[in-house]
């Protein structure tokens, strides 16, 4: 279900929103934040007209499942839309920029193994038969693994953007601003074919520019959902990292980079030859931001290990 704001605040949030958009600020991150922040409100705080510091509090406490970087953006975004609420009414509470301890945690990702992916699709497969949802997580996550892409790529995409017959998915000005084309495979192809039939099937449309993965009432599924689906999952299946942690949605992003270097070694391929087009398929502008993806596992350091004995062999016997 499209979530909309609710509380007291709606108008002030959107009035909020116009007046930075008209100044050319992309607002998008900033209005998932206000929607779930202010239908906190609603839900916790119905009779509240002014923002507290309580309120803030409570909201941020519910936020600790984030890593502290997230919660720390999420400090500003009130704290810049407080001030702004501050000028019509100077009792709001506007929160202290060190409000909470952030950007120390460094956040190890976690790189799935194929049996713990296919225990999450199996978890996925067990929601209510008739409901679409279920079909649309279960296609997300698997398209997160098999492809990559970052969650908020797949929550844009339009019908128009997925060419089947092309067998190649149109990622519109993504981060940096940056578009391109992403190939798939012949096996994910087959996969958005039948997921497609079931979504025409629940919302008859051939507006290309309706969203490709609905919910429920066939309006699109974000980014929130998507997360909040994966970490019931996770929990439900008890999965840890080796720091005691619940593994993240972006770590799938993490296991496709790494699975991908790892095949790269298999192959006998040169990683420096392969590493660039990676880098475009992940949508980095250079691959310092891809070598952040790329974690070297037991099976990739064993593999690395013997080429380069081969290689010393090889020099060994030159020198003689």
Partial sequence: MKKVYKSYFKE?????????????????????????????????YPKSKIITREIIISYLATTKHL???????????????????YQQNPKTYIPEPKLIKYGKRKVVPYIFNDNEIKSILRS??????????????????GLLYSTGLR?????????????????????KRSKFYKSRLVPISNSVTDILKLYKLKRLGHKRTTNQEDPFFVGMTGNRVFENAISRRFRNVIKSLNLLTDEGTRPRLHDLRHTF????????????????????????????????????YLHPTKHTLKIAGEKFNEYSKKSSKRKL
Avoid: W
């Avoid at 007046?19 to 409100?41: H, K, P, Q, W």
């Avoid at 797949?154 to 149109?170: C, E, H, P, Q, Y």
């Fill in 67 to 85: 890593h502290s970087s997230s919660r720390g953006y999420r400090v500003t975004l009130l704290r810049v839309f407080c001030k702004y609420l």
């Fill in 257 to 292: 980079a790494t699975r991908s270097l790892e095949e790269i070694y298999e192959n006998g391929k040169n990683p420096e030859s392969f590493l660039p087009a990676l880098a475009t398929y992940l949508g980095h502008v250079n691959l310092t931001y891809t070598q952040t």
């Fill in 151 to 171: 969650v908020g790529e797949i929550s844009r995409l339009n019908l128009a953007d997925v060419d089947l017959k092309g067998k190649m998915i149109f990622i």
């Fill in 124 to 141: 996925l497969k067990k929601m209510p038969k008739k409901n679409l949802l279920k079909e649309t997580h279960f296609v997300i996550i």
């Fill in 12 to 44: 002030k949030f959107k009035e909020y929103m116009e007046f930075r958009l008209s100044l050319g600020f992309a607002m998008r991150n900033t209005n998932y934040v206000f929607i779930e922040f202010d239908n906190y409100i609603f839900e916790k």
